[in-house]
Structure formats: structure tokens, C-alpha cells
């Protein structure tokens, strides 16, 4: 299956920027996602980017794609202490299939 | 839409015992998948059923997990005889086409077996 690396934990003081980062491997990947964990719930979709955009901007949440490199980002700027969660990037590759890296924790220091 | 339903959220059971957890997809997706997320392993996919039938049973990990889809609003993932390795919080997603939608999860439901 696909591969998505995450690094795994991230702490954050309030009111800065938080970067969490990502690498995938299918190059043909259609789209691209962030997903947010918050404790004791399911995995809830933040934001999406299609492969043919470098940047997407929703509020206070910043995504860059580099496809040459296969690297995905989010930028939470302004980050809160509910911004803390896990943090998960997924591919989408094949037939209606995502392969999902294994999360980046952020913790926000108040 | 209430979204993925699962249930129970909690279960707690002794070793050995069958454990049923049951889910019900959002009305319209034709894809439903199984998942197990614990501290060591992270999230795995289990099992992915499309149209009801099971597509890729691979990350099943063994003979005691099985799992079915009798009708595209109804799943189980069952475990017999449960062990203690066994205790992870398993979600349910469902999802029409990913495309800018993704998957929808359920809340879970955390299994403890003691």
C-alpha cells in the first residue's frame, strides 16, 4: 500500500504558528487531506487540497502541497488549545481508497 | 445525516469472550471501512467493503476477527475469542467517492479486554 510519513508530536505555544508535516508516495494522488483527532473522537476532515494546487487557505489554516517533492503541509496560524489534537494526512490513491499517515500529535501550551 | 453511527462506544469484556461491535454508515456511501487505532501500531484499516462486499480483508489480523456487511446499512466487526491484545478503539468510516469529501468516521468504540 501507500506509504505517509508524519512526524509525531508537536508542541505549540498559544497564539503562534503551529507546522505539522507530511511526505506521501503515489505521485498520481488526486487529492490530499488533513484530518484532526480531537481526544476520545473519531477522526474528523479539516481540509483537502487537489493535486493541481500549490496552496490552499481556509480561515486560520494554511495547506501547501509540493508535489515534486511529495510534501504536504498545514499551517494552523493563531494556533488555541483547541487546536490540540492529532493530526493525520491522507492520500488518495486507487479506487475510492486513502492511505493515512500515522498522525502528528500538538499539544498547545496555553 | 447523523453521520457514522457506531456502537457500543465502550466495551469492556473478559478474555475469551465475543465481542460484536456494529456500525452504521452514512445512507449513500457505498464504502465502508474498519479500523484500528492503538498507541504501539497507530491507525490500521482492517477490512474495506464496497457495495457490500468485502474488497480487502488483509489487514484482518487473524481467524478470530471476521467482519460482514449484510446490507449497505448494517455492519459488524467481530472478534471470538477476544484477548487482551485485542483492546484498541476500532472506528467505522464510510465514504461515497473520497474525492473532496474524504471518509466520514464514527466516534469509535474503545474495547477493553481484561
Known amino acids: 500500500g501507500e506509504d505517509v510519513e508524519q512526524s509525531l508530536f508537536l508542541s505549540v505555544r498559544e497564539g503562534d504558528s503551529s507546522v505539522i508535516n507530511c511526505t506521501y508516495t503515489?505521485?498520481?494522488?488526486?487529492?490530499l487531506y488533513w484530518y484532526k483527532q480531537e481526544p476520545g473522537a473519531g477522526l474528523q476532515l479539516l481540509t483537502y487540497?487537489?493535486?493541481?494546487?500549490d496552496m490552499k487557505q481556509d480561515q486560520r489554516l494554511t495547506v501547501l502541497l509540493n508535489k515534486k517533492d511529495k510534501h504536504l503541509s498545514l499551517r494552523i496560524a493563531d494556533t488555541q488549545t483547541g487546536d490540540s489534537a492529532i493530526y493525520f494526512c491522507?492520500?488518495?490513491?486507487?479506487?475510492?481508497?486513502?492511505?493515512f499517515g500515522k498522525g502528528n500529535q500538538v499539544v498547545v501550551i496555553p | 445525516d447523523a453521520g457514522v453511527i457506531q456502537s457500543p462506544r465502550h466495551e469492556v469484556t473478559e478474555m475469551g469472550q465475543e465481542v460484536t461491535l456494529r456500525c452504521k454508515p452514512i445512507?449513500?456511501?457505498?464504502?465502508l471501512f474498519w479500523y484500528r487505532q492503538t498507541m504501539m501500531r497507530g491507525l490500521e484499516l482492517l477490512i474495506y467493503?464496497?457495495?457490500?462486499?468485502?474488497?480487502?480483508d488483509s489487514g484482518m489480523p487473524e481467524d478470530r476477527f471476521s467482519a460482514k456487511m449484510p446490507n449497505a446499512s448494517f455492519s459488524t466487526l467481530k472478534i471470538q475469542p477476544s484477548e487482551p491484545r485485542d483492546s484498541a478503539v476500532y472506528f467505522c468510516?464510510?465514504?461515497?467517492?473520497?474525492?473532496?469529501?474524504?471518509?466520514?468516521f464514527g466516534s469509535g468504540t474503545r474495547l477493553t479486554v481484561v
Open positions: 487540497i487537489f493535486s493541481n494546487m
Open positions: 467493503f464496497n457495495n457490500n462486499v468485502p474488497i480487502d
Open positions: 503515489d505521485s498520481s494522488s488526486t487529492y
Open positions: 468510516a464510510s465514504s461515497l467517492q473520497a474525492g473532496v469529501d474524504g471518509y466520514t
Open positions: 491522507a492520500e488518495a490513491y486507487g479506487n475510492n481508497r486513502l492511505a
Open positions: 445512507s449513500g456511501h457505498n464504502s
